[in-house]
């Protein structure tokens, strides 16, 4: 027994020298620490171990205390829900992409709140800092106010990767007034999120709101945007001067509310390879400054796509192209297609920039294509400085009010709501004098459901007298959820346009925010699928997209021998058209066809049926895709 003893611990002593040097040559598998900080119950004499205090473990109470430590490859720093810091965080240490550092909450209630009570450049106080070594990082869930940063965040060095922000409210990291040039240099001011540094891929902004900032954003390396709001922006919501990366699926409201001597813009863009798509612009404001447009390219920009996106109710331009404040450094090769243009120069600085796209200065090169543009008396689609380099091709440049509407596919929609439900069908019985009444002021919809996927691209809302609807959104079904199609912060007024991207779906609905006074109150909610429109590619993911998938059944017309759809296909295909009265009888035998990818224009009858509604179903490769109604007196007149 006494050798067998001593043989156990030869063996064991090596083994458990062992551990300790593979602990210490690869701190990687020593396991994650979790550290809690409540302000509430928390203490800075505590290990911060547990989320209370159990005796021997609980939160620290400071950010102060959670600033001294250095964080490895998963671990996590979690604040309480609820409360409330007026301290700031210094992250330091880092983790990778496949184990990142995570700064999020703990407990039910309000995210946690970091508010350094003071915005002023003059004591540069931050919500969190990560100075050079912010990469390795997942930051959420968090409300982060009143500081001249929200986060600021640098890389030193290169070859470094991840760095996500998720779900974080950023609110008055502003200036908090007119900005003369007296102030300062307005780039470096105070800012929601300020990245800088090379990062290997993007860095990752989802789910965030930034509101009453100076700026929301200001990358300067390339980052993926998807799913954010920014709105009450001083200056402007973004000032993205990255090489590199994707803005994708964001909302940009209501920016622009403070006279800056510059200038303002919802967006500021410089730099190389990034694309903006998928997002929605409106209502930027001009205070008594110069611009006022939803999207500059401000200087230098090469190679960029500016595509899909909605811009709407802008004060000035809805796109400034710019050649630097020298005039010596134009747009080379940038792509801007497939947007929506309406109610551009609302309040333009005098003629400069009184158009729906501007362009200023020379030398600018690529092209602008396919866009859909509203344009007004006295406010071209296109114009300023003569640019041959921007080739401008198949372009669709109407006045609102004199488009040719086509189909009301409200006609032959259900109807349902909130409440009040019983009298939901009134929205969509070609009737401007009978009206949908909620029940309350705020938080009420009304749909409409067409039995199947439609392509529409513009809707018309007729409002009751005596109704002041002040905030409402236009949302579609994307089969999971509903997403945000056209938004409006500002008075509905008795006939409200909106036009928006092309969406097939199955439903759409209009959700009332809020209204002045009374109860909202809906007369007519007419949907339409415009003709001519070029169909709208779909994205890679539903996630953040509010476009339709292809292909897309577009107008019934008169053709010569007849009556005739137009049809628009991705991809070569076999297809089925066939044509239904609304008792469901076929008025047609069943056509199948070879085409071709892209615009097909097929005849469906060698004659005209009688005046009614009927309904057309496509299948592409035996599979249906979309059905949609017509009124064939209006087709006889196309």
Known sequence: MKNRSSTQKVLIRPAIAMVVMLFGAFPFLAAA???????????????????????????????????????????????????????????????????????????????????????????????????????????????????????????????????????????????????????????????????????????????????????????????????????????TAMWYVANGGLVRGNKFMHNCLQNVWCGVSGIGTTGHNWTFEYN??????????????????????????????????????????????????????????????????????????????????????????NNRIYYRTGVPAIGGDAEPGLIQTGNIERIMENETL?????????????????????????????????????NEWVQLDFGGKVALNKFIIEQAAGSSINNFVLQSWDDSTWRDIFTSWSPMGAKRYLPTWTVTTSKVRLYINSTVSGMPSINEFRAFNTENQTAVKAPESKSTSLIPTLPLLGKIKKVQNGIGVDVFLPDDAAIGLSVFDLRGRSLIIPLRKECRRGLNTITLSGSTPPMGTYIVKLRINERDIVKRSYNCDAAKNN
């Open 406 to 442: 086509g189909v009301n596919a409200a006609l032959a929609a259900s109807s349902s709501a909130s409440s009040n439900s019983g009298n939901a069908g009134r929205v969509n019985d070609n009737n401007s004098s009978t009206a949908w009444t909620c029940a309350s002021a705020s």
């Open 33 to 235: 620490a979790i550290y809690y900080v409540s302000q509430t119950s928390g203490s800075d004499s505590y290990d911060g171990q547990a989320a209370s205090w159990d005796g021997t473990h609980g939160p620290y109470k400071t950010l102060v205390k959670a600033s001294a430590i250095t964080f490895q490859a998963g671990d996590q720093l979690l604040l309480k829900c609820g409360d409330t810091w007026t301290d700031g965080l210094e992250l330091k240490g880092n983790g990778t992409a496949a184990s990142p550092a995570v700064l999020s909450s703990f407990g039910a209630g309000n995210r946690p709140k970091i508010d350094r009570q003071d915005p002023s450049m003059a004591n540069m106080k931050r919500c969190i800092y990560l100075n050079g070594n912010a990469y390795g990082w997942k930051i959420m869930n968090l409300e982060l106010a009143d500081a001249v940063n929200g986060v600021w965040a640098s890389i030193s060095g290169s070859g470094h990767s991840y760095l996500w922000f998720e779900n974080l409210y950023i609110h008055g990291c502003k200036h908090g007034g007119p900005f003369p040039s007296s102030a300062g240099d307005q780039n470096n001011q105070q800012i929601g999120i300020r990245l800088s540094g090379p990062i290997t891929g993007n860095a990752t902004i989802t789910s965030c709101t930034f509101d009453d900032n100076f700026v929301g954003m200001t990358p300067s390396m390339p980052c993926y945007i998807t799913n954010c709001l920014f709105t009450n922006m001083e200056w």
């Open 280 to 369: 929605e612009f409106g209502e930027t404001q001009r205070p008594d400054c110069n611009d006022g447009e939803d999207f500059d390219f401000e200087t230098a920009n090469n190679t960029d796509t500016l595509r899909y996106n909605l811009f709407h109710e802008t004060a000035g331009a809805a796109i400034m192209i710019y050649d630097g404040s020298n005039h010596s450094s134009p747009a080379l090769n940038v792509s801007i297609h497939d947007n929506v243009f309406y109610n551009s120069a609302l309040n333009p600085m005098g003629d400069f920039a009184k158009q729906c796209i501007n362009l200023s200065g020379s030398g600018h090169t690529g092209s602008i294509t």
